[in-house]
Structures are given as structure tokens and as C-alpha cells.
């Protein structure tokens, strides 16, 4: 990537901008609109946009980082930086568009664009595998299919491109058309719309009317008449249309779908001749996204014996970053998806984020950046890893091990994979966070694999973009200025401890809250530097929590008391948090007690009370309202009545998941999150809004057939009356998976269909009915995901989600993945 070259003083009259500046002839390169990730910070420009918070507050952030131009629209920063350009604009997202729309215009390059609920972001990688013979494609990065996203995609635009594929997705009326303005696509692809995401339309024509903008320009549009039934055909965009369908009449009709081995076999009718493809992919949206690409081969022209060759070469695209456990106590983030600058630095982003330990080793196959040479595209790469604060760099590759000076730190090169994988004993690695990121043609998988530690075959996976997803659902709730403390007891709710708190801080939360000493130790010494509350302080470890500079909830006078002997003649202003018993009946001073309470805190110097908090008991119950509101009237009395004492204003809480979607009024100075986090929220009809984070897999061993009336498993408690077929997979109640989920009332999803438990649950493994099920050791069986939900299992057995999830044991391994 070149990059466009624009100076300030061009982009301001683009944007018919104010300006204030020292220089407006600097070059620009990059647009950066996240003070987190900043690539080259001279060539940069940072626009100041708003959402949840005030992108202004991140300039500063932004001018530590070396950035010195600003697109703003608030002008009181322009003195507080004297030597910085501004750009003064009316509204900082309009400018980014606007300046987008202006770089478009100056190509004429053959554009496609996709939209849809799902498969936008596959559709769009399958294609630039599928074309990059022919083109040089410039194309979204990951899912960058958004009102920001899609500006910065069009914005890699340059010279030497001759096909764009960009992806477009919205989420509300009146948005398509900014991005369809930006993208301008002569081929239009739209691939299907689900149910899912309708929040912000009230109805599904709604939905595909605002979609189809995006291609009222276009000359030719590709899509299936099953996903476009509410809008009738003359009012379908495209000057030139091309369907495709696999249940009626289309351009090309799929008449036979087919798996054969990990394969699927398609045949169809094109142009009344039968034709036929094989896809590498067994799975139902693999068939539909290649179904889809199959008919944009063929409306751009290739023939079918073309087409087919390609499409049988396609392989699976990962979007994910995986973190997992290495050898040597390491953390290995395993990044397969492509080997480009920009992902690199998306990468490199995740590395600083994960901060768990000093030193950070990439392991980097060379780049292939076309229109670029070597020395430029090293001396970029050296930059970028030495300003992420790289401590060690092993190339991979004749060209980058060409370019060794360039790399100021501990550097090994190797000519090839394979000349790495036969060094590979001799060298130490330990105690260190590798990223692992290489071009396909590298194979870099089997460097992950020497570097991972063996998984065993139950594995908790959690999605941490929709962790983030659910975070800033719970942001756009809470009013501005109220802070948010994230709940990460019992290791985050089961999901694991400082890959979550890492994630929270990158994040900005304010606070971060432990049930014990010792999560919130652990959280320290993984570098969390997030102020910390702990609930349940011991006495014995208040030595740790003093040497940790943790937080204590104080609950009784004689904590406080303990807790005070317990600081030296040196501490003064330890911050605590005092808990009030507004009606839980659980842990917290009530009203008799607070006029010690208040003469004690007021007489001791050596503490300082950071908060006053009280919790609900049944803030997601509509039955229990009056008496939630009682909790708020009498922790609100309480509250105040302890400030107008102690003389200064410590921050007011009461509202934890729930209460934040139901009692908008209780949010105080700070709200508690906790289990919406993780993707659950008993206020919200189906957790609507909220995204699924973890899915619990686990493996099939071994698979039997079994006679009439014979009985599986201890005490005979599975009987299997007419005979049948089982498989038993790697998960018992030592894993979480409790005895409650015996003999048929817990199910797994195996092969797409949902089978029961049969017999009781050992303490290892679980045998599954799987009669009349292809199924084979080393299947999956997946004990809960997005289709077969955690509330369901909870349901099953008659408990609450947090208890599914704290259940899932130390043992599983946990598998964390970030786009
Ligand atoms: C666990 C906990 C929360 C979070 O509750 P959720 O329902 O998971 O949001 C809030 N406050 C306190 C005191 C808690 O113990």
C-alpha cells in the first residue's frame, strides 16, 4: 500500500475547512480516527470523531502518540496546541466521507460493491482470491463495512489499482446512501438478509430498500430473487441483473447441492446448458457465500470450466486473531488471515493490548505489497515493529532476511518455514508474547503448532470483538459522564482473567471489580493498571491488597477497623469503597451503623472513600419494582447523608446489567457491568442488542453401536431400548459439565443436529444418542454456541446463566478471538 499523498492544505480546501497551522504543506498519508492505533504519526491526520465518548478527549492521547494534525469541530483546543495543524469542520464524520468521496473521484477504477445481513466480509475475500489473477484489487480490510470503516477502505485507493471490492453494512435508515456516494460500485452483490440485526428498521422491506441503495447506480446486480420478495422486480437496481437461486428460476439455477467428503458438489442450469462446481466446504454459509461467488463469475464473464477451476482453490478465511496458551509459558496470537501492512498493525495493536508479558517476539514471513519495493516496504515494517515496542523479530524469508539492518533489536532470519522448523529445538523461547504472521504461502500453521501448547479437546472460545460489541451496547445506555466498572470476578465469568481485563482496560473502562484478593493479585501482576475493587477483602490478605494498591470493599466497622491497623503511619488517602445494605440482606452497613461509620472515616486521614455503592436484588423484575425503587430511595438517603459528613463526594452506585437497561434514573456516577459483558441480560427479551461471546466445544472419541436393551454408562441408567448408536465426547462434570445434564436432559449439537445426553455423566466424558447421525471420532460436539444457547442449558436444568458459566472449570482451555 502506497498510500495517497495529499497535503493538509489540499485536505483542508476538500473539506472547505477553517484552518489554524504552522505548516499546511506536511504530507498526509494515513487517516486515524483511534488514538490507539497510529502507524506513522507524521504523515498522519486524526479526526476527532465522536460516538460514545468525545473523540476530542483523545488529542491528547493523540499528540503523545507525535500526531500533529487534527481534523476537530470544537476550536478551544486549537490554543491548548500551538504547535499543531487544525482543521476546523462542522462535523468531523462528514469530513472523512467527504474526503473519501473526493480521493474515489479521482479513479475510475472498476468498483464492486456487497452488501447484506451476512457473508459480506467472506463473499468480498473469496472474491479477491478468486480475481487477484487479473486485477490488482484493493478491498475492505477485515470488516471495515461502516460509516468510518468504509471511508478508510476507499481511502487505500491508488494509481495501479484496477478492481475495488468493498464491503457496506448498516444498521439504520439513511446511511446507505453516504457510503453508496463513497463506494460508487459498478457491480453490485448482495448476499442475503437474515432476520438477524433488524433492530434499526421497522420492518424487513425496510431493511432491503435501504441495502439496495447502495447499487442505485450500478450497471450490473447480482443477487437471489428468494432474499428480494418484498420489493417488486422493476424496482430491483442494476441496468443489467444477474440472479441466482437455488430453489427456482434464475440466471444461474443450482439444481443439485451435494456434499461429498469435506466438499460440496454443485451442478446448474446456465443458459439452458448444465454446468457444475466444486467447493472446498461442507458447511451451509460456505455454500451459499460460493454460490454466490460462483454466479459473479460467470455475470463478469467467465466461463464455467474458468470458474470452476478457480472456485475449487478457495480456501477458508480466518478473521480472527487467536490467542492461546504456548509452550514454555508463553501466549501465542496466531494470525493466518493475511500478510499485509495493515493487518500487521492491527496485529502488532492486539500484541500491546495483550500486554501479559515484557517481552514480545514476532515471528514474520516477508510481504508482498505490489507497487512497492523492498527497501521502502522494510524500512515502513522496522519502523512500525520498533515503535510497537517489538523486543524481538525471527523473518522468515529470502527478502526480509535481505533487509536485516534495517531491524535495531534482536533479530534471527531464516530463508524458509522449513529451515525455521529444523532450528526450531535450538531455540529459547520463554515467558514471552509471540505473534505469529505469515503469508499463506508460508504455512505458518506448523510454526503455530510447535509454539502451541497441546489443547486438549474441550475448548472454551471467546469472541472478543463481540465482548467489545457488548461493552459499547451498555456505553450507548449510560449517560455521559457516567463511569463504567467491569465486573471480572470468578475469572471473568469463567472466560478467563487478564485476557479480559487487558481487553477492558485497551478499552477504557474506568474500574474493574474482583470478588478476592487474589484475582485482583493476579490482574497486577499481568500489568492491569485499572483501579480495582475488591468485594470480599480477607484480613488475612490485606497485606497484598495494601502492596497491590487494590481497592477494599468495606462492609462492616470491624473490616474498617481491621483494614485501618492494617495500613501503615506512611498510607494516607487508601482508597476503599464503603457497601451499603439497601435490601440485599447480603454484605453492607445499614442505617443504624452509619453514624460510626461516618465519624470513623472522617477521623482517619489514612483512608479515602472512592465510592458508595449498594446493590439490587431484582432490578431485571418487573414484580419486584417497587421494591427496587425502595433500594434506590433508602441507598440514595444513606448515601447522602455519609457525603454531607464526610465533606467530599465519593462516586454514587447501585446498578449493575440489568439495572442499566431498566433504570436509567439509578445510574448515579457509575454503573457495575456485569454478566452483559459476557453476552446475557434477563431484562432484554432474548438478549436482544447483545452479542454471543463464548461457545463451548468439545470432541467426539469414540463412537459404538449397541444392541436392543443394552446400557450405557454407570448403574445402567442409559437404556437403550431399541439399540442404537453413541458417541462418547471429552467433557464431564469436572469440566462443568454438571451431573444435572444426565440421561437425556442436557443435549450437544453434533454435525448440525441436536442429540441427547444418554446415561449419567461421568467426570470425564459424556455418551451421546446419536442413532441415525453420520458421525466419527474426531467430530465436534458442540455443548453450547449462538444456535443452542446458553439459557437454554441453563433452562434445562433449572438454573441461571452465570452459573453455566462459572462452572466450566480451570481445565478446559480457553481460546480467545479478536478481528
Ligand atoms: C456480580 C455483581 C455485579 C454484576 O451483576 P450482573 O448482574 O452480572 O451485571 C454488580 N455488583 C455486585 C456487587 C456484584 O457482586
Known amino acids: 500500500m502506497q498510500n495517497p499523498i495529499y497535503t493538509l492544505a489540499k485536505i483542508a480546501e476538500i473539506l472547505n475547512a477553517d484552518t489554524k497551522w504552522v505548516d499546511g504543506e506536511v504530507i498526509i498519508h494515513y487517516l486515524v480516527i483511534d488514538s490507539r492505533s497510529v502507524l506513522v504519526p507524521e504523515h498522519s491526520v486524526f479526526f476527532a470523531l465522536s460516538s460514545h465518548r468525545d473523540g476530542h478527549e483523545f488529542i491528547k492521547d493523540a499528540y503523545a502518540k507525535d500526531i500533529r494534525n487534527f481534523v476537530i469541530t470544537d476550536a478551544k483546543y ?23 468521496i473526493y480521493h474515489r473521484k479521482q479513479f475510475d477504477l472498476k468498483t464492486i460493491g456487497i452488501t447484506g445481513s451476512n ?10 482470491q478468486l480475481l487477484a489473477a487479473d486485477f490488482s484489487i484493493v478491498k475492505s480490510p477485515k470488516s471495515y463495512n461502516s460509516q468510518i470503516g468504509v471511508p478508510l477502505s476507499v481511502w487505500q485507493i491508488e494509481a495501479d489499482d484496477t478492481l475495488g471490492i468493498f464491503e457496506a453494512g448498516i444498521s439504520a435508515v439513511n446511511e446507505m446512501q453516504h457510503l453508496a456516494e463513497i463506494i460508487r460500485p459498478e457491480i453490485g452483490i448482495l448476499t442475503n438478509i437474515g432476520e438477524a440485526h433488524a433492530e434499526g428498521f421497522s420492518s424487513k422491506k425496510e431493511k432491503l430498500t435501504e441495502k439496495l441503495k447502495l447499487f442505485a447506480a450500478s450497471d450490473l446486480f447480482i443477487y437471489s430473487p428468494e432474499y428480494v420478495t418484498e420489493v417488486s422486480t422493476k424496482d430491483l437496481p ?8 437455488s430453489k427456482q428460476v434464475a440466471d444461474l439455477q443450482i439444481t443439485t447441492v451435494e456434499p461429498i467428503e469435506g466438499n460440496c458438489y454443485l451442478r446448474a442450469i446456465y443458459q439452458n446448458t448444465e454446468i457444475e462446481c466444486m467447493l472446498p466446504f461442507k458447511d451451509k454459509a460456505s455454500i451459499e457465500n460460493g454460490m454466490i461467488c460462483w454466479a459473479t463469475l460467470l455475470a463478469l464473464g467467465y466461463t464455467p470450466e474458468q470458474a470452476d477451476l478457480r472456485l475449487e482453490k478457495l480456501s477458508h478465511v480466518s478473521m480472527r486473531l487467536e490467542l492461546k496458551n504456548g509452550i514454555n509459558q508463553c501466549s501465542i496470537i496466531d494470525d493466518s488471515y493475511s500478510a499485509d501492512i495493515s493487518s500487521l498493525a492491527i496485529a502488532l495493536d492486539f500484541l500491546n493490548q495483550q500486554n501479559q508479558h515484557p517481552k514480545k517476539t514476532v515471528i514474520l514471513s516477508e510481504l508482498f505489497e505490489t507497487g512497492r519495493d523492498d527497501l521502502d516496504l522494510y524500512t515502513e515494517i522496522a519502523e512500525l515493529l520498533a515503535q510497537k515496542k517489538v523486543s524481538r523479530l525471527i523473518g522468515i524469508g529470502t527478502h526480509i532476511s535481505r533487509y536485516a539492518d534495517l531491524f535495531k533489536f534482536e533479530t534471527q532470519f531464516f530463508d524458509d518455514t522449513n529451515a525455521f522448523v529444523e532450528a526450531f529445538p535450538g531455540l529459547q523461547f520463554n515467558h514471552e508474547t509471540i505473534l505469529v504472521k505469515g503469508a499463506r504461502r508460508f504455512e505458518f500453521g506448523r510454526i503455530s503448532k510447535l509454539l502451541t501448547q497441546k489443547i486438549h479437546d474441550t475448548v472454551l472460545e471467546i469472541d472478543l470483538n463481540a465482548m467489545v460489541g457488548n461493552l459499547q451496547f451498555y456505553r450507548s445506555k449510560v449517560k455521559p459522564g457516567v463511569k463504567i466498572m467491569a465486573m471480572v470476578k470468578a475469572f471473568s465469568y469463567g472466560s478467563g482473567s487478564f485476557e479480559i481485563a487487558n481487553l477492558l482496560q485497551f478499552h477504557k473502562v474506568d474500574y474493574l471489580a474482583v470478588a478476592y484478593a487474589d484475582e485482583g493479585i493476579a490482574l497486577r501482576k499481568a500489568g492491569i493498571t485499572l483501579p480495582i475493587m475488591v468485594m470480599s477483602p480477607e484480613e488475612s490478605a490485606f497485606e497484598a491488597i495494601i502492596k497491590h494498591r487494590l481497592e477494599p470493599e468495606i462492609y462492616s466497622l470491624e473490616i474498617l477497623n481491621s483494614f485501618l491497623n492494617a495500613l501503615s503511619d506512611y ?9 451499603i445494605d439497601s435490601g440485599m440482606h447480603r454484605l453492607g452497613f445499614d442505617r443504624p451503623e452509619i453514624d460510626s461509620l461516618s465519624i470513623l472515616l472522617k477521623d482517619s486521614a489514612r483512608v479515602k472513600v472512592q465510592s458508595i455503592f ?6 431485571d423484575a418487573a414484580e419486584h419494582d417497587g421494591f427496587t425503587q425502595q433500594q434506590i430511595d433508602k441507598f440514595k438517603i444513606i448515601a447522602d447523608q455519609l457525603v454531607a459528613i464526610l465533606g467530599y463526594k465519593p462516586l454514587l452506585h447501585i446498578s449493575n446489567t440489568s439495572g442499566i437497561s431498566r433504570w436509567p434514573e439509578a445510574q448515579f456516577d457509575m454503573v457495575r457491568l456485569g454478566i452483559g459483558l459476557y453476552g446475557f441480560d434477563s431484562a432484554l427479551a432474548n438478549n436482544r442488542g447483545l452479542q454471543t461471546v463464548m461457545v463451548l466445544k468439545t470432541t467426539v472419541t469414540q463412537v459404538k453401536t449397541l444392541e436392543p436393551g443394552e446400557t450405557v454408562g454407570y448403574s445402567r441408567k442409559g437404556m437403550m431400548q431399541n439399540g442404537g448408536k453413541i458417541a ?11 451431573r444435572y445434564f444426565g440421561n437425556g436432559v442436557g443435549k450437544m449439537l453434533v454435525n448440525g443436529h441436536l442429540v441427547p445426553v444418554i446415561g449419567s455423566i461421568c467426570m470425564d466424558m459424556t455418551m451421546l444418542d446419536v442413532s441415525g447421525i453420520d458421525v466419527k471420532p474426531g467430530d465436534e460436539a458442540i455443548v453450547f454456541n449462538q444456535e443452542h444457547t446458553i439459557m437454554q442449558l441453563a433452562k ?21 478471538f479478536y478481528e
Open 119 to 128: 457473508g459480506k466480509t467472506i463473499v468480498k475475500e473469496w472474491l479477491y
Open 238 to 245: 442494476g441496468k443489467q441483473k444477474f440472479s441466482w437461486s
Open 571 to 579: 498510607d494516607f488517602d487508601y482508597p476503599i469503597h464503603v457497601k
Open 796 to 816: 434445562d436444568i433449572n438454573t441461571i446463566p452465570y452459573e453455566i458459566l462459572t462452572n466450566i472449570s480451570q481445565r478446559v482451555k480457553r481460546v480467545y
Open 78 to 100: 486549537v490554543n491548548q496546541y500551538p504547535d499543531c495543524n487544525f482543521l476546523l469542520v462542522d462535523d468531523a464524520l462528514a469530513a472523512l466521507q467527504q474526503l473519501a
Open 728 to 738: 462418547t465426547v471429552k467433557i464431564g462434570y469436572a469440566d462443568g459439565y454438571t
Open 614 to 619: 449498594s446493590h439490587l436484588v431484582a432490578s
